[in-house]
């Protein structure tokens, strides 16, 4: 028998990780809890008004330890077993606490040279912006910055960002989350 189940689903993927400790992440694009807006939807998926724009983004408050940050944006409302992947960028040098709007467009002078900017499950390396399938619910878009115990994680833009995932599970000393959401009707 079909699941009819609507995104989203009862859970929180980083509560099956390790506990950390937690630091601030805001944005002057996108609210935690609240709808992304059109700029920061999909034009490569169709989504009206859609520009594939990454969100600012800008954190404090995370260990001074820290020696590098990774950045991840993850749908777990996707109708995938494996959700899916929007952003990821890894070696995030740690004197940046700051993205600007666009900063995941591929090319961008905005990502410090240093990061290493990973494919998406859209196929190319930088964001995409939000896009559920018509009639699927609210999805979440789980925005994380990773505080590292390491300046690289020893990857390159051939890494996936399931294995940047399994590679945080060791290094990662604390997470900052903000997790807006979108749907299509």
């Given at each position: 028998?079909?699941?009819?189940r609507?995104?989203p689903?009862?859970?929180?993927?980083?509560?099956?990780?390790?506990e950390v400790?937690?630091?601030?992440l805001t944005?002057?694009?996108?609210?935690?809890?609240?709808t992304?807006s059109?700029?920061?939807?999909?034009k490569a998926?169709?989504?009206?008004?859609?520009e594939?724009?990454s969100p600012?983004?800008?954190?404090?408050g995370?260990p001074?330890?820290?020696k590098?940050?990774?950045?991840?944006?993850?749908?777990p409302?996707?109708?995938?077993?494996?959700?899916?992947?929007?952003?990821?960028v890894?070696?995030?040098?740690?004197?940046?606490t700051?993205?600007?709007?666009?900063?995941g467009?591929p090319?961008?002078?905005?990502?410090?040279?240093?990061?290493?900017?990973?494919g998406?499950?859209a196929?190319?390396?930088g964001?995409v912006?939000s896009?559920p399938?018509?009639g699927?619910?609210?999805?979440r878009?789980f925005?994380?910055?990773?505080?590292?115990d390491?300046?690289?994680l020893?990857i390159d833009a051939?890494?996936?960002p399931t294995v940047?995932?399994?590679t945080?599970?060791?290094?990662?000393?604390?997470?900052?989350?903000?997790?807006?959401?979108?749907?299509?009707e």
């Amino acid at each position: 028998m079909a699941d009819t189940r609507k995104a989203p689903f009862p859970f929180n993927p980083y509560d099956h990780l390790p506990e950390v400790a937690t630091f601030t992440l805001t944005s002057t694009d996108v609210t935690d809890g609240q709808t992304v807006s059109a700029r920061h939807t999909s034009k490569a998926f169709g989504v009206p008004g859609g520009e594939d724009l990454s969100p600012q983004l800008s954190w404090s408050g995370f260990p001074a330890e820290t020696k590098s940050f990774a950045l991840t944006c993850y749908d777990p409302d996707a109708p995938t077993v494996a959700g899916f992947w929007h952003w990821a960028v890894g070696d995030i040098p740690a004197n940046v606490t700051e993205l600007a709007t666009g900063a995941g467009t591929p090319g961008s002078p905005d990502l410090p040279s240093a990061a290493v900017t990973l494919g998406n499950s859209a196929g190319f390396r930088g964001y995409v912006g939000s896009a559920p399938p018509a009639g699927h619910g609210a999805h979440r878009y789980f925005f994380v910055v990773h505080a590292v115990d390491v300046e690289s994680l020893g990857i390159d833009a051939s890494t996936t960002p399931t294995v940047l995932g399994f590679t945080l599970f060791f290094h990662t000393l604390a997470r900052a989350y903000l997790v807006p959401t979108f749907e299509v009707e």
